[in-house]
């Protein structure tokens, strides 16, 4: 259960955790534990593709151009599934 579900998203909020991302790794694992849990952010570091899993269970094609790099996109995503994206860090 995504204890956000309900709540109003606000990227001013602060996060609880982080974890680094394996780029084409499959699901994110955050430090909680539990991998139903979805992120509340990422940070992207490196300019690229990110292929994700959504929140919903859908999945998408992320480019991130260099002038988007280092920036906390507000985006939850349970997993990733491949990409060029480098240095990516989620957020909870």
Excluded at 32 to 42: E, F, H, I, W, Y
Excluded at 46 to 58: C, E, R
């Amino acid at each position: 259960m995504d204890p956000f579900l309900r709540q109003q998203a606000l990227p001013v909020l602060p996060v609880e955790s982080a974890v680094a991302v394996t780029v084409g790794g499959g699901t994110i694992t955050p430090p909680s534990g539990d991998a139903n849990k979805a992120t509340r952010a990422l940070l992207v570091g490196g300019a690229g593709t990110l292929s994700v899993t959504m929140a919903d269970g859908t999945s998408a094609t992320l480019t991130f151009p260099a002038t988007a790099c280092g920036l906390m996109v507000p985006i939850a995503i349970r997993g990733t599934t491949g990409g060029t994206a480098s240095a990516v860090v989620a957020f909870y």
